[in-house]
């Protein structure tokens, strides 16, 4: 009794796709308020402060005033979207699971 081949594995895989059950409780839910988690923070020369992420909630349009922080001090700071990219496209909005990235209205790259 050994560990079955790597054509052995390759040929059950498929079939064991079909027998996965969905997640029917999704974790990104577009009905709850927005929320974002920031993974990354830039400053681009012409645009301002521009952040990146994942939206885990909701849905976040150009535009939309939404509340950064905590900073330091436990405070959050509100700021507009000015501009909402995904994959390096400009798109209007962005909803619960992806991946975008934020152009900030006067927003100091350290806030971010």
């Given amino acids: 009794m050994g560990l079955p081949s790597i054509d052995g594995v390759i040929k059950i895989a498929p079939a064991s796709i079909n027998l996965l059950t969905s997640n ?11 929320e974002y988690q920031i993974t990354d923070t830039f400053s681009v020369p012409g645009v301002g402060t521009v ?12 535009g939309d005033t ?6 330091t001090l436990g405070n959050f700071v509100p700021t507009a979207i000015k501009s909402i990219h995904r994959k ?4 209007p909005c962005c909803s619960a699971g992806q991946n975008a990235s934020f152009a900030l209205k006067k927003v100091a790259t350290s806030l971010a």
Avoid: F, M, W
Wanted: hydrophobic share 35%; charged share 10%; aromatic share 4%.
């Fill in 24 to 34: 029917s409780q999704s974790k990104y839910n577009t009905n709850e308020p927005a």
């Fill in 51 to 62: 952040i990146s992420g994942t939206v885990i909630s909701g849905i976040i349009h150009v």
């Fill in 66 to 71: 939404l509340l950064l922080g905590p900073d």
């Fill in 88 to 91: 390096r496209v400009n798109v």
